[in-house]
């Protein structure tokens, strides 16, 4: 292995990752296939003590757009009649309307006590970052959701997940025509690490 080309490769792809919204999907589907080498890429995140805390609800074909009505249909039941808002259940019911994959993150709580909660987040979030980098290495554009229900309580029920358990995100998936757009950073480097 020519470990310098490898860097590389690896490099570009971290740095060409991005939070690309699924109203810019084209609608068309990512072959199951290929998405399984994405779910692949998120099961060799680090864990300690091999706790393997991530859980993966994946919705392919019919289901992309079940599960984003089922989120609409959340909010509107668990949002008291003086707050709820039209358009943001539009939003969450057409979510899904061109995305070819939808998956909810969640951390399954592993019953090791010597294991913190913050670790096992840890983990199941670098697992979501394994997941969006092998998505980008792919050619298949990704956005991580916390909006609505995502983080609440009710979520949470709704997917029968125990009391130390957590909802990361609903991550979209699909294909965009075009280019993604320009990275930016808002700080500069220097800033953020600090040699000691």
């Known amino acids: 292995m020519n470990t310098t080309s490898t860097a590389a490769a690896i490099d570009e792809v971290i740095r060409e990752r991005?939070?690309?919204k699924p109203d810019r999907y084209n609608g068309q589907q990512?072959?199951?296939?290929v998405f399984r080498q994405v779910l692949a890429a998120a099961d060799w995140a680090p864990t300690h003590a091999?706790?393997?805390?991530?859980?993966?609800?994946v919705y392919a074909g019919d289901k992309v757009k079940e599960i984003c009505h089922r989120h609409a249909d959340l909010y509107k039941s668990a949002t008291a009649p003086e707050k709820f808002n039209q358009a943001s259940f539009d939003k969450f019911q057409g979510m899904g309307?061109?995305?070819?994959?939808?998956?909810?993150a969640c951390m399954k709580k592993g019953n090791n006590p010597n294991i913190p909660a913050v670790?096992?987040?840890a983990a199941a979030s670098a697992a979501v970052q394994?997941?969006?980098l092998s998505a980008t290495a792919r050619?298949?554009?990704s956005f991580w959701s916390t909006g609505g229900m995502t983080l609440r309580p009710p979520m949470k029920d709704a997917l029968g997940l125990g009391e130390h358990d957590q909802v990361l995100g609903m991550l979209y998936f699909g294909y965009i025509d075009g280019e993604p757009p320009a990275g930016k950073r808002m700080r500069p480097m220097e800033d953020k690490f600090v040699w000691q």
Do not use: C, Q
């Open 18 to 20: 991005r939070s690309i």
């Open 30 to 33: 990512v072959p199951d296939d």
């Open 50 to 57: 091999y706790t393997e805390p991530w859980l993966f609800l």
């Open 97 to 104: 309307d061109k995305a070819s994959h939808v998956v909810i």
């Open 119 to 121: 670790e096992e987040l």
């Open 130 to 132: 394994n997941m969006l």
């Open 139 to 141: 050619g298949v554009a």
